[in-house]
Structures are given as structure tokens and as C-alpha cells.
């Protein structure tokens, strides 16, 4: 049988497409079967992604959430002094979804201890008590947040006490403003990133940089320290260095307020637990003579 150069160059074509297309396949499984580097920061490049993201109107109308400028603020303010950089209303968003699952988990629970259900991994009281754990703490999210931030503003007013301090001791230095808070760096442990990131945007824009800094950081001290910082950039005066001596006095000043704050309230929580040997005292020894003397003028009653 003779084949006519048409068809044979028919199938000369898909020999090829054929050959193409396994010799592609191979090398695409190849090239992806190779080790690739981890992601540097991958909870960073999450965090890029949500923030490219918008929440669609409908959802926060279906939840019930109001775009209101002033609440809106209050929230970010916040929550930047707690430490978490996320949008205000997307964490009202996922804040009220996990109060609705916690609803859901404790009426699965309550019903689950209604009809004696028996689950192979947990008891069903423990799942409404779970639920309504996580409604209570998601309720009361605003106290736990200034709880939050007051202990991160401590924390960070004492590195900005002795970042402050150091400052001072350079000021007679002619180093620039630049290289003096590149020294500060390794007496920096809850703000050293911050002031990294602060440090390679200085020569971009200073003054944009130090507004993202007291920013990210977002506690009262932060804002003071920033802007003395800013002050300082524009003109290393000894003027200057003098307000920065009366910062520091203020925050030496709050510093052994907190202090003196922790000793009350150490003393308090001491006072309670050195009580309770009395009242065991009292239900083991003192109390049994009481139930007597009650008996006793009852019987002679």
C-alpha cells in the first residue's frame, strides 16, 4: 500500500506535536521536581496578599459592619498599639465570624449535652464551654487589646528610655543623626526591626520614614520619640539634645510609676493568697465550733 505524501506529511506533523509535547511534559516535571529555596518571609508575603485584597461591601453589610470613620480609628489606633498591622475592618470581620462559630460550637455543644451524645474525640461540654470561652474573650477583644497595648507601651518605653540615653551620650559626637541610631541598634529588642526598616528608608525620604516608624509602632512614646527624632534630623542644636534630656526625665518618670503600680498590685494579689491558709484555718478548726455552738442553742430552744 503506497501512502500519498499528503497523508504522510500528516502524520509526519502529529509524530512531531507527539514528540513535542512528551519532550515539554518531561521538562516542565524536571524543572519542577528541582529544590526551590524557601520563602524568606512567608508570613510577610501573606500579609502583602491580604492587604492587596479588598473586602467586598456586601460582606461587611452581611455582618453588620459600618465603615465609620471615628470607630474605624479608635480600632486601628488599637490594635497598631497592640501590635497587629491589620486593617480595622477586616479584623472586625474575622472577629465577629469567630463569634459566630463559637455560637455554633457551644448550641452543637449544649445540644450535644442535651441528648447525651457521645463523640469519639471530646466530651460536648467541653465544646460549649470552648464556644463560650471564645465569645467572652471576642466580646471583651477592646479590653484585652488596651491590656495588650499597655504592656507592649511599657515594653517599648524602656528600649526608647535606653535608645534615648544613648543618644545623649553621642551628642557631642560629629557623627550624623543617621549613623548615632545605627549604633543604637543592638541595645534595640522589641523596636530593632522597626528601626532597621526605619534606618534603610532614612536616605529615600527621612521625614516619610520616621512618620511610617511612629506608625508601626503606635504607642504614645513612640509618637514623642519620633518626633524629637525629627527635630533632632532637621537641626542637631544643643537645644534640641536638652529636650531629649527632658524626655527621658519623663519617661524615667513613667517607668517608676509602672513600677511602683506592679509593686501595689503584686502586694494585692499577695495579700489574697496569704488569706486563703486563714480561711482553710477557719473551715477546719473554727468552723466545726460553730456548727456545735448552732446545735447546742437550738436544742435549747
Known sequence: MVIESQQLYWLQAVANSALFAALFTSLFFLFHSWPRRRRRWPLLALRRFIGRRTIPP?????FGITGSTAGAEGKERLLLQSGFRIDPLLY?????????????????GYLGMKHSWRLPWIEPVYIAAAGMIAIV???FDRTLLESLGKYRSHK????IYTLS????YYSGSKMGLHAKLSRCIPFCTAIRSDLQLLLNEWYEDAEQAIKRFKRRLGTDEAYSFAETI???????NDSYYSLLRERIQDYKEKLDMAKDS????T???LFVIAGIPILNTFRIFVYPWVQEGQKLFEALN
Open 58 to 62: 456586601f460582606v461587611l453589610k452581611l
Open 92 to 108: 472586625e470581620l474575622i472577629r465577629r465570624i469567630a463569634m459566630l462559630a463559637g455560637v455554633l460550637l457551644s448550641a452543637f
Open 137 to 139: 474573650m471576642l466580646g
Open 156 to 159: 517599648m518605653m524602656k528600649e
Open 165 to 168: 540615653n544613648q543618644l545623649l
Open 230 to 236: 525629627n527635630s533632632l534630623r532637621m537641626n542637631e
Open 262 to 265: 506592679r509593686k501595689e498590685t
Open 267 to 269: 502586694s494585692y494579689v
